[in-house]
């Protein structure tokens, strides 16, 4: 018998105040949605001396900006070679060398601005399970050398020595990478972007955005409405209706997360350095001490809102298979969010109609990239220079057949748990 469900992230935000207020006239842009696409752009834009207005449904960090890992991983799920072959060598060395930076800018924001977010710059392990899963690896890690990056490749032992936990064969670790606090990170961003002078008000959800004249009209449940000469649909995963299209563009899953108790200082040599730890099975799971030495792990969850704490059973045992030392330890943090993911695993960015503008689809790989897209995104919702842009602006189509094609993913991670469970 599980106990009754009680969802809580482990996350906490820091105290200060956010002013929220809302825009009395047109404005150059209204951002919908505040995490850390809509916070990050709406900084940049207000920076560069546009007026804008970020509108959200719920609270900051309410999508997943609020609940993720806090793995700050450079890269995109495909690897340098892929992007070349899918972009062509002038685009797709320009989106390599964009996404080698994202975790240099989450970084390097936190520090230039001062923001009050708990964060280690110590690296990301991938660690390999099987023979194949290390051939995976020694691919990314020759693929990210060539480019320069602070990469290399690890054995067992070196595994061992760095996550305390068993059964890997080797992996790799990016030393570009870190931990943040999501949560802090995000309502941080939401101070800065208001302090640069952009409006927010928040549990308002937007419910039409239409065109009037040479303005967007953006209408939101309160009554409240305004008009703007560009809009940026930051909703990503969270996405549904106010776009034609762009929910049917993206297939989201749940991943969910557990938090240990603080751990007893018997348990220091699990992940002693701090790094952020994602396995190669197919179902991955991730995880990574919190501040207050936790273990915070994560992994795929049903494609439906959990039922019970036994939808979190999965990611127990996985703890307990790496972790068996951690048997009597008590799981305190039970949560989940949802993840967008697209067919060729890349993020996208659309613009259905001149001045409507939308980037997703981060394939669990978000915090760097969102937040490193928001001064590009911003550049181009203020100049409308697509060379400012790191990726090409793409065609926004649904995926052919939808709704059941949220019924084969279920089933593949059903079958994928078959094939981890084996070891193959
Ligand atoms: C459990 C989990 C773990 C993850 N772990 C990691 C990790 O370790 N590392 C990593 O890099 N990435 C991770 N990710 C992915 C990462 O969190 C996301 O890619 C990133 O937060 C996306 O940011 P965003 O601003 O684009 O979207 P979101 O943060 O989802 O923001 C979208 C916002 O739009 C709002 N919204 C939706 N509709 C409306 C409307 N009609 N009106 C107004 N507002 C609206 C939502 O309320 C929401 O706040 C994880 C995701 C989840 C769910």
């Given at each position: 018998m599980h106990p009754p469900i009680s969802v809580s992230s482990v996350w906490r935000r820091p105290v200060s105040p956010i002013l929220c207020r809302f825009a009395d006239g047109d404005v150059d842009l209204v951002v919908i949605g505040a995490g850390y696409q809509g916070l990050s752009t709406a900084l940049h834009a207000a920076r560069a001396g546009l007026t804008v207005q970020v509108i959200e449904a719920g609270d900051i960090g309410g999508g997943a900006s609020g609940v993720n890992g806090g793995q700050v991983i450079p890269g995109l799920k495909q690897d340098p070679e892929t992007l070349i072959v899918e972009f062509g060598l002038e685009a797709g060395e320009r989106l390599i060398e964009f996404s080698a930076g994202t975790a240099d800018v989450v970084f390097d924001l936190i520090a230039r601005e001062g923001l009050d977010v708990e964060h280690m710059r110590c690296g990301w392990i991938q660690a390999a399970h099987t023979d194949m899963a290390m051939e995976a690896v020694v691919q990314r890690n020759r693929q990210w050398r060539v480019q320069g990056a602070d990469v290399a490749l690890l054995n067992g032992a070196d595994v061992a020595l760095l996550t305390?936990?068993?059964?890997?064969r080797g992996g790799f670790i990016d030393r570009r990478a870190g931990v943040v606090n999501p949560l802090a990170l995000v309502h941080e961003l939401a101070r800065v972007a208001t302090e640069a002078g952009a409006g927010l008000v928040l549990h308002d959800p937007v419910t039409a955005v239409r065109r009037e004249g040479s303005f967007w009209r953006v209408d939101a449940r309160s009554g409240r409405s305004l008009r703007a000469r560009k809009v940026l649909v930051?909703?990503?995963?969270?996405?549904?209706?106010?776009?034609?299209?762009l929910a049917e563009s993206l297939v989201w899953l749940h991943s969910f997360q557990i938090a240990t108790e603080p751990l007893p200082a018997e348990f220091d040599f699990i992940l002693p350095s701090g790094q952020a730890v994602s396995d190669s099975r197919r179902i991955l799971v991730y995880y990574r001490r919190s501040p207050d030495g936790r273990l915070v792990l994560g992994g795929r969850g049903p494609m439906r809102a959990p039922r019970s704490a036994g939808d979190w059973a999965p990611l127990e045992q996985a703890l307990h298979r790496l972790f068996p030392m951690l048997g009597k330890v008590r799981i305190e943090h039970r949560w989940f969010g949802r993840v967008a993911m697209t067919q060729d695993y890349l993020p996208h960015i659309h613009e259905p109609a001149p001045g409507l503008v939308m980037a997703a689809g981060c394939?669990?790989?978000?915090?760097g990239l969102m937040v490193a897209l928001g001064k590009p995104l911003a550049q181009y919702l203020a100049g409308g220079n697509p060379d400012a842009l790191p990726l090409p602006i793409s065609p926004l189509r649904a995926i052919p057949l939808h709704r059941f094609r949220r019924l084969g993913v279920a089933a593949h991670i059903a079958w994928y748990r078959l094939l981890d469970g084996l070891g193959r």
């Open positions: 305390g936990a068993e059964g890997y930051a909703t990503n995963a969270h996405s549904q209706g106010l776009v034609p299209n394939q669990g790989r978000g915090i």
